[in-house]
């Protein structure tokens, strides 16, 4: 059985840092592409950042210099680094796998970035 869950949300103030982990189990974590969405009151769920199996990193525009995706194959474990963290940040933050036709989700962490 496939889980995915998140820790390392929180509150912090604007400008602050929060370092999010996704802890995998039941699953080939290595060959999955890994990635950090979020999701805001009132708006669809957006992807924040990405990587690969082989390390490749893809990230939205708006977290572009401030937020780095980072994984641990071996632990089975994916990060996310968000620094200089704005209101418009705060979200449920979502880990998400996929391979091929598989994907799953975690339950999802709250970011509240406030003063």
């Known amino acids: 059985q496939v889980q995915l869950v998140e820790s390392g949300g929180g509150l912090v103030q604007p400008g602050g840092s929060l370092r999010l982990s996704c802890a995998a189990s039941?699953?080939?974590?290595?060959?999955?592409?890994m990635g950090w969405y979020r999701q805001a009151p009132g708006k669809q769920r957006e992807l924040v950042a990405t990587i690969t199996s082989g390390g490749s990193t893809n990230s939205a525009d708006s977290v572009k210099g401030r937020f780095t995706i980072s994984r641990d194959n071996a632990k089975k474990m994916v990060i996310l680094q968000m620094n200089s963290l704005k209101p418009e940040d705060t979200a449920v933050y979502y880990c998400?796998?996929?391979?091929?036709?598989?994907?799953?989700w975690g339950q999802g962490t709250q970011v509240t970035v406030s003063s």
């Open positions: 039941g699953m080939r974590f290595s060959i999955y592409v």
């Open positions: 998400n796998a996929k391979f091929m036709s598989n994907e799953y």
